[in-house]
């Protein structure tokens, strides 16, 4: 898959450390920019020239993978799988490519890397990682991380991660992206140095916000149901798959049995002999066309596989917005409430319960001096409270606005990808139908000749 | 005489084929007193036909064989019985048409038992009628294959039915169970009824026609409980004693029953588990194809071609239903039957092995006793003309049982192929034509995003 990704230290520039979405980003025009550039997948900084002078594009590869050893953080010894990430870049006249970049890196890179993305892009669906361990496995594949099946698919997962990551507008900007690429030494720390960790949100603030929030854009709530029927879909169908494959594996590989003895019969016959050799001889072939057909079709798994997880990465997107809007009602609660206070205080109606009013109310009157420094506190309050709310109201739109963007645009690649999928599977099945037929046909031959 | 010849051909099976037992009888036969080698042909017809009624075709083979239960008699002629070379089976003019069905059910105080209902359509003389209808049981079954067993110790009997399963089955009476029986005992009637020798014997032939309380008494008679058990004993005593030479091509055939004993009876497990595992696969599938419907009520882009695919995987769902069944209608039956037969062939290597003993016992007593020579000579006599009896009809038994054997694996094996094919072309005919929906709608859809 190419992308073009011009000179890297201007084009990222304009997306810094504190990239969109970030809490406390006061950057909201760039923001704007930065959404509306990515569309048009032209320059971000608004510089039209650069786009004719995007000659070079990138390819990127996870050629290889190799077992390690090492010591990990409690200095014991583990074994590990590394991964071997290629960058080239493409000459565009003469389609010719230029290694620029390689190095390795481990499973808990990508994750680390992906993580941080979460955090910084929280409006964008992340694309989600292969998965950590082997689920709906079949008796034949094996559940063993080391396995070099295993590894293998998990070599084309990463590759895929990438590739996606790279083909988005905005995610492939990332300056932290663009390194993991290129820096191999030291690039654990850099990430950490962003502190992202720490931006991080909590957990717990967001269940309570899912379940407090009072008006979330009715959007990703139906969004936020999608993801969950997707999910259990998914997982349903994989999992029945993987019995289906199990069991047409059974009906293959018993055949194979008729192949030695039709051949162990074939030496007491005389006029049948040959007919049943050969005829056994195809029962071999057949059995052991099973393998191949299975592999297959495990690749197919693993494209659903990619949406079983997207599925968490879109709740991810919803979740955020849930906190966002939580935080709004919050702030805007707060704010109602100490307008409410203020108003009472120049009144001098109680209306609302304060412990200034109660003690007031026990211990004596304040002076009207105390009275107009309090207004006048409230009053400060009131005025950062509107500015707060005013600009938590804007990012809270900003980002439905770019969050629904990414969404309709992960959508079509769903439709896409998935449609794709499934008439790949046709295609397979297919395949399969026609080496049956095949294989049937000669051994009836040869049965016919008996 | 050849008009006497020629006439009552109509049943012709067991007819010798050095006189043409291939051809079609009441056809054009060569004119008396034509070219030497028809006339030498005529001529063995006409010896032949003058020994025996000519009529009664089949009483031919009596005088081979102990045919009738009544009487159990011992081959007069060895001479006929070397001419009698091979039996030949006539499909085209078969007379006797059985079947096997409707079981029921029926309960007394001490047991429950199942009986079937047989039919037998025939236009043989000897029967009374042309239509008879009776009704049996297992045990009934098992005392025709033994009497059969007793009248032709070296003849190959087609096989019953396990009386129960040991493995798996829990109620005796169970549908499947019943089913199964029954198609095997519809074959094994039509077997003997289409074998050459056993096909006129006595006993079959009351067991076809005769009413409840005549079978019970007709099977009274005949050699009782305790000459059987004294048969029993003697047979083992004498193969305790291990047989001393068993000829030539009955070694053969002995290797060749061990070794096709052996295979048989893997080739039936084989089958049996692929059906097993058809099944499950089956099972599995069932549930597969809904989950793509259940998907696609949240779709709305996918939701036809997800339909599409579940679609299609139904369809093979029911290919491969219709797989499964033509492997238990065909190919299971058909190759248990030969697994029954293989231990079957067994016993009659031991039946004919025992004949020899006995004739080799008498002749050791001869040489070693030397008193009552002249009773021995005798006795030995009469017992080597029983052992090249049972031989020559053993060897060519053996010859049609293997020609049968042959065919009906072939037509087995070949049928469950064609199965396979077909159930495969037709899940290829659904694929591909989802298929062509698809790209055909992509192939819109892309014209309308231009447009």
């Known amino acids: 898959m190419e992308q073009a990704l011009p000179d890297p230290e201007r084009r990222l520039q304009p997306a810094p450390l504190e990239p969109l979405g970030h809490p406390d980003a006061g950057l909201e025009s760039a923001v704007g920019e930065e959404a509306e550039g990515a569309r048009d997948e032209g320059p971000g900084d608004g510089s039209m020239m650069e786009n004719n002078f995007w000659l070079k594009k990138i390819e990127i590869s996870v050629s290889e993978a190799e077992k390690r050893t090492g010591r990990n953080a409690m200095n014991m010894q583990e074994t590990y799988t590394a991964y071997l990430i290629e960058t080239r870049s493409v000459e565009h006249i003469d389609g010719q490519s230029v290694l620029t970049d390689s190095l390795w890196r481990r499973y808990s890179e990508f994750e680390l890397l992906r993580n941080y993305l979460l955090v910084y892009y929280p409006h964008i669906v992340v694309p989600p990682l292969p998965e950590k361990r082997a689920e709906f496995v079949w008796h034949k594949l094996s559940a063993d991380n080391m396995d070099p099946d295993f590894v293998e698919r998990r070599r084309i997962g990463l590759e895929n991660f990438l590739l996606r990551v790279a083909s988005h507008p905005i995610l492939c900007r990332d300056k932290i992206f663009y390194l993991f690429l290129t820096q191999e030494g030291n690039w654990k720390e850099t990430v950490n140095e962003t502190g992202f960790q720490l931006k991080a949100d909590s957990r717990l603030k967001a269940l309570n916000a899912t379940f407090r929030v009072k008006n979330p854009d009715k959007r990703f709530t139906e969004l936020k149901h999608y993801s969950d029927e997707l999910q259990s879909v998914i997982s349903h169908l994989l999992r029945v798959r993987a019995r289906v494959a199990d069991r047409l594996y059974g009906v293959y590989k018993v055949h194979g049995n008729y192949g030695r003895v039709f051949s162990e019969w074939s030496a007491i016959e005389k006029e049948m002999g040959d007919g049943l050799q050969s005829a056994g001889h195809h029962m071999d072939v057949y059995a052991s066309s099973i393998d191949d057909i299975l592999e297959d079709e495990e690749h197919y798994a693993d494209q659903l596989k990619e949406y079983l997880f997207y599925a968490e990465a879109l709740r991810a997107v919803c979740r955020k917005h849930e906190l966002m809007q939580y935080d709004l009602e919050m702030a805007a609660q707060d704010l109602a409430s100490k307008k409410q206070q203020c108003e009472e205080l120049a009144t001098g109606t109680v209306r609302t319960f304060s412990l200034k009013g109660m003690t007031t109310k026990l211990f004596g009157q304040e002076t009207p001096e105390q009275r107009e420094a309090r207004i006048k506190v409230l009053e400060e309050q009131i005025n950062e409270g509107e500015q707060q709310l005013k600009s938590k109201n804007q990012e809270g739109r900003e980002f439905v606005k770019n969050a629904w963007a990414d969404i309709e645009r992960f959508k079509e690649q769903k439709n896409h990808d998935l449609k794709e999928a499934l008439i790949s599977y046709a295609v397979m099945q297919i395949s399969m139908c026609k080496k049956g037929i095949q294989v049937w046909t000669n051994a009836k031959e040869c049965f016919s000749k008996m | ?451």
């Open chain 2, 1 to 451: 005489m050849e008009g006497e010849c020629r006439a009552p051909q109509a049943r012709s099976s067991g007819l010798p084929a050095g006189g043409g037992g291939g051809e079609s009888p009441g056809g054009d036969a060569p004119l008396p007193g034509s070219s030497g080698s028809s006339a030498l042909l005529q001529a063995e017809v006409l010896d032949l036909d003058e020994d025996e009624d000519d009529l009664e075709v089949f009483s031919k083979d009596a005088s081979l064989m102990d045919m009738n239960s009544f009487s159990p008699v011992m081959p007069t002629s060895p001479l006929s019985m070397i001419n009698q070379v091979k039996f030949e089976d006539e499909p085209d003019l078969k007379d006797l048409f059985i079947t096997v069905d409707e079981p029921e059910s029926h309960v007394t105080t001490i047991e429950t038992f199942i009986t079937y209902r047989i039919i037998t359509k025939t236009s043989r003389g000897e029967f009374d009628s042309s239509e008879f209808e009776v009704r049996r049981r297992y045990q009934d079954f098992l005392w025709l294959k033994e009497r059969l067993e007793e009248a032709h110790p070296t003849l190959i009997i087609p096989p019953l039915p396990e009386k129960f399963i040991v493995k798996g089955m829990v109620e005796r009476f169970n549908d499947d169970f019943i089913e199964t029986r029954r198609k095997a005992l519809h074959k094994f009637l039509n077997r003997i009824a289409d074998h050459p020798t056993l096909t006129f014997n006595e006993d079959f032939k009351v067991f076809l026609t005769a009413q409840a309380w005549e079978l019970s008494s007709h099977k009274k008679q005949g050699p009782g409980l305790l000459s059987r058990m004294g048969q029993t004993v003697r047979a083992v005593a004498l193969s305790m004693r291990g047989v001393k030479s068993r000829p030539e091509e009955f070694m053969e055939m002995n290797n060749f029953i061990e070794i096709f004993s052996q295979k048989i009876n893997l080739i039936d497990k084989i089958s049996q588990r692929i059906y097993k595992e058809e099944r499950e696969y089956f099972d599995e599938m069932k549930e597969y194809g809904p989950i793509h419907i259940l998907w696609s009520a949240s779709e709305e882009d996918l939701a036809d071609t997800l339909k599409g695919v579940a679609s299609c995987i139904d369809r093979c769902c029911k290919a491969t239903e219709k797989r499964m069944s033509g492997l238990s209608e065909a190919l299971l039956p058909v190759v248990h039957e030969y697994v029954l037969y293989s231990e079957m062939l067994m016993g009659v290597m031991k039946r004919r092995d025992q004949i020899q003993a006995e004739l080799d016992s008498k002749v050791e007593a001869l040489t070693s006793k030397k008193a009552d020579t002249d009773l021995l000579t005798e006795e030995i006599g009469k017992l080597e003309d029983k052992v090249e009896c049972a031989n020559n009809a053993l060897k060519a038994d053996w010859e049609r049982w293997k020609q049968n054997m042959q065919n009906d694996i072939k037509s087995a094996f070949t049928d469950m192929a064609e199965e396979n094919i077909h159930s495969y072309e037709q899940c290829l005919a659904t694929w591909e034509s989802f298929l062509t929906s698809q790209t055909d709608l992509h192939l819109e859809e892309a014209s309308e995003d231009k447009s």
